[in-house]
C-alpha cells in the first residue's frame, strides 16, 4: 500500500532544515552597505528605510529588513589602550581599531542564512557589552552602516548594494557635538579635541576616498527624502524580482519522512524525466 502523499513545495536554492532557516525561507539576504562619516546621518537614513518599507513596528524576529552598526565590531581595547581613549587619545576613526575578521565573519553567516549575535557597543566606556547583545534573525534586506564600511576590500566585496551619506562637514560637526554630548558621555571640549586630532583626519584619509566604491551616493542625508524614496523603490523591485525567481524555481517533493520507491511516485511521475531525478518546471 501506498501512503498518501502530501506535496509541498520547497525552493531549489534551500539547503537547510527542508529549505527553511528557523521558519524563513532560506535564501541570501540582499545586503546593503552604508557609509558616510561621523553623523553624515547614516543611522537616520537606514531608519527612514525601514520606516518606508513598514518595517519598525515588526517583532525583531519577524523582520524583513534589519540594520547593523559597525560600531559593534570595534576591537576590545588592551588596558593601556583603555587609558589612552580615557584621555580621547585613541583614534577610533583609524580601521586598525575595527574588527575586521569578525565583521566579514559575521556578515558572511549573515549571507549564508544563519541567526548571528552581536554585542552592543558602549561609546561611554569605549567598549562592547557582552551583557547586551543583539540577536540578529534572517531576514531580506540587510542594512550594515559605520564610517568605514566600504574601507576593508574583503567586506566591501559583500555588499549588494554601497550608499554612501554625503553631509557637508559643518553640518555634521554641528550635529556630533550635541550627539556626543547628549548620549556618548563627552564634554565640549573632548568633542572638539577629538574632532580635530583623529576624527577630521581620518575622515579625510580613509572614509571619504571610499565615496568612490558607492553606487549610490546620497547628498544631505536624511533630508534628502528624493533619494531615500528612489532607493526604497529599487529595493522593492529586488525583493519582488527575487520572489518571483524564486517562485519559478520551485519543485514539489515529498515529506523526508515519506520513503518511497521513485517508480510509485505520484510526485515523482509529475517532475521526472526517468531518471528518479526531481526536475524544475519549464
Ligand atoms: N536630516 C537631519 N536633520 C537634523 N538632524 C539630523 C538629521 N539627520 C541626522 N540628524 C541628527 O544628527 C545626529 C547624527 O545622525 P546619525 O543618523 O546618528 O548619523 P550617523 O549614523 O552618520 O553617525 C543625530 O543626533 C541625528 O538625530
Ligand atoms: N569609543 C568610541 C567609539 C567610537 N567613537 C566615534 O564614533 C564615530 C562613529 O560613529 P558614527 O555614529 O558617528 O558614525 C567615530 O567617528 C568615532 O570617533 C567614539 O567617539 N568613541
Redesign the pocket.
Known sequence: LLPTLTKRTIKMCDTKLNGKINGVDGKAPFLIGVSGG??SG??TVCKRIMEKLGQVDVDHTQRQVVCISQ?CF?RDLTPSEILK?ERGLFN??HPDAFNEKLMKETLMDILAGKIVHIPTYD?KN?SLRRDEILTIYPADVVLFE??LVFYFPEVRKLFHMKLFVDTDSDTRLAR?VPR?INE?GRDLEQVLN?YMN??KPAFEEFCSPTKKFADVIIPRGADNTVAIDLIVQHIREILNNRQRNSEERTIEVVPAAVTLTPTHSPAKRANSGGDGQFKRPH
Open positions: 561621523t553623523a547614516k543611522s560600531d570595534y581613549a577610533f576613526d561609546y569605549h559605520g564610517i556630533r556626543d556618548r577629538q583623529f576624527v
